[in-house]
């Protein structure tokens, strides 16, 4: 923390952004057609809006500030709250030993004040030594929670936290939480589903399969349930409803951006799902602009310098912007409270009376892991992973000092032991509970699938149209209905779905129809062969008995079939069940080999 901090007054993060972009196709920059370099120029300006303050107060140049800084005497005042952080550095440890060998185990845990940007805690389980040789187990010349430029890496994978900045912006643009996706998983997607009117060209360059997290199938459900559980194929589905390209920008106002500054947030469709790498410092302050009401602020370190005169100068200041409204602010944040109390984000809440909404995240591989939580007060993230982006799964290995699998476990156990800390100072508690979003981001744009079985095909097709519904034709498949009925429907009746949905219709092909024979008065086994010979299944006769004869007047009727159901002459398929009515022993009892079959 202490060299993002001296980072901060020494480095040249545009110029190395400028570095970065200079040699475009190896030629440089004045030699390059105008087009591109426009677009270079415009990438430059991305980069360097999204840096985080400089320090000015020893120069107005990285230059000036570098030969001042040399000359000794200053003193820094962080924002670092040195308890907490060692409170989070021992978890780390415990969680994430810095001496694992069989991979390069890195992990961080990062927090930053709401309204203020300020951060908290810092920290890593690996001993910062920017000297270390690169293959050092314990030690690490990269401070992992931070961007390239300020001496960090350049990002991990995000994963699924992202999940909460599509809904964001699903919420900004008219959605709600109850409106209903289809979740259901594998679905495949193709360019001309998506919109990204600033990306200049398709999205994709061939079909896109994507499945569900651990192959889950996944349903028709509410958006809210869908971050709850973090489902892949829901958040897909909304994105074929939204613009990629607006996604992207509500992610840069609440301070996403790449970790190693080289181009803007990339646009294509799995970008939602979280493929940018960025810093667990970013992620952290992305979180405390959801428990901030929307207030996005630039996490801060310094605040003051004082010089060898001891003349006090001017740190980073405070710069925040509005980059949610309160309300949809609490549209997320009311999501994000599921996920911790029965979502996938439950295992880090602390369960101390304090409100706390999270929201998980992995890459494909399980290389990358991340829980990201905020309160009224905190926005904090937690990642661990392979430090060299190796593509090592954290499932395949248990902790040797918690006996506990890594990805199971550690961010979980790291991110409660932080949230329950912060809560225990008078300070940082957050608040019992968040704002309620209004009516209107909860919305609920959702419909019943009618029952259609018995229809025509034109009169589903009508009544689907009325209730705003899509007809598609599944095509005929065999039944006992007259040919050209409808049979059933995918979603099922009675299914709850996004108003609009695509509702496939299967119709019958008729050769299951069939009639019940007049089987009444017959005994059982001749019974049996003329509901045989009309084509039905014997094997599903079953068999229920009536009290047996003699009745006054009439002769002995054991055996005898008393009711079909179906009844006789009514249609049925050939493939229903059949219940035969047989009177039985005097006592209506089975007279078993008595009445043979």
Not at 159 to 179: F, M, R
Not at 372 to 387: P, Q
Not at 565 to 577: E, H, Q, T, V
């Amino acid at each position: 923390a202490c060299d993002y901090a001296l980072s901060l007054i020494k480095a040249d993060p545009v110029g190395d952004a400028e570095s970065a972009l200079k040699d475009y196709k190896g030629k440089p920059a004045q030699e390059q057609e105008p087009d591109v370099l426009a677009a270079l120029g415009a990438r430059l300006d991305t980069t360097k809006a999204n840096l985080a303050p400089e320090v000015n107060a020893l120069g107005a140049t990285p230059a000036e500030r570098r030969a001042n800084w040399d000359k000794g005497g200053y003193k820094l005042y962080t924002t670092l709250d040195l308890d907490l952080t060692d409170q989070a550095q021992t978890v780390l440890q415990v969680q994430a030993p810095a001496e694992e060998a069989r991979f390069r185990l890195g992990a961080t845990a990062n927090s930053v004040e709401v309204g203020t940007g300020k951060v908290i805690v810092m920290a890593q389980n690996k001993i910062f030594d920017d000297g270390a040789a690169l293959g050092t187990e314990t030690t690490s010349a990269y401070n992992l929670s931070v961007d390239r430029p300020y001496g960090g890496a350049n990002g991990f994978e995000t994963g699924s936290t992202y999940k909460v900045i599509d809904l964001a912006n699903w919420l900004e643009t008219g959605h709600g939480l109850y409106d209903m996706v289809d979740g259901r998983g594998p679905q495949t997607y193709t360019a001309k589903q998506f919109t990204a009117p600033c990306f200049g060209g398709p999205v994709l360059d061939k079909p896109y399969t994507l499945a569900n997290d651990g192959g889950a199938g996944g349903r028709y459900m509410t958006v809210k349930d869908a971050l709850i559980g973090s489902v892949n194929n829901a958040f897909m589905q909304m994105a074929t409803r939204q613009d990629l390209c607006a996604i992207r920008d509500t992610a840069k106002s609440m301070g996403a951006h790449r970790g190693d500054f080289k181009r803007d947030l990339d646009i294509s469709p799995s970008n939602i799902l979280g493929t940018n790498e960025q810093a667990p410092l970013t992620m952290a302050g992305v979180a405390a602009t959801i428990g901030g009401a929307g207030l996005h602020c630039d996490p801060i370190i310094i605040t003051k310098i004082v010089n060898a005169a001891g003349k006090e100068l001017a740190g980073q200041p405070v710069t925040c912007n509005q980059a949610l409204s309160a309300d949809v602010a609490a549209g997320v944040a009311n999501a994000m409270a599921g996920s911790m109390t029965g979502g996938t984000s439950a295992q880090s809440n602390p369960r101390d009376g304090v409100a706390i909404g999270g929201k998980t995240g992995t890459s494909p591989t399980r290389h990358q892991d991340w829980v990201i939580s905020t309160t009224t007060k905190v926005g904090s993230s937690v990642w661990t992973g392979n430090l060299d982006s190796a593509p090592v799964s954290l499932a395949k290995f248990v902790n040797p000092t918690t006996r506990q699998n890594y990805y199971y476990s550690s961010r979980f156990a790291i991110m409660k032991s932080l949230v329950k800390s912060m809560n225990a100072t008078a300070t940082y508690k957050g608040d019992r509970a968040f704002p309620d979003p209004s009516p209107a981001m909860f919305g609920g744009s959702s419909a019943i699938v009618p029952n259609l079985t018995g229809q025509t095909a034109d009169q589903a097709q009508k009544l689907l149209n009325s209730l705003k519904f899509q007809y598609s034709d599944g095509g005929p498949e065999a039944s006992g209905l007259p040919a050209g009925r409808i049979t059933r429907t995918d979603p099922d009746a009675g299914s709850k779905v996004p108003s609009g949905s695509n509702i496939t219709v299967f119709t019958s092909d008729g050769s299951l129809a069939t009639k019940m024979p007049t089987v009444t008065g017959l005994t059982r086994q001749v019974a049996d062969a003329a509901i045989a010979s009309a084509g039905f299944d014997t094997g599903k006769i079953s068999y229920q008995w009536a009290k047996g004869n003699p009745l006054p007047g009439q002769t002995d009727s054991m055996c005898v079939v008393q009711a079909s159901n179906p009844s006789s002459g009514s249609a049925a398929s050939k493939s229903d069940p059949i219940t035969l009515t047989v009177y039985g022993k005097p006592d209506g009892t089975d007279p078993g080999g008595a009445c043979p079959k």
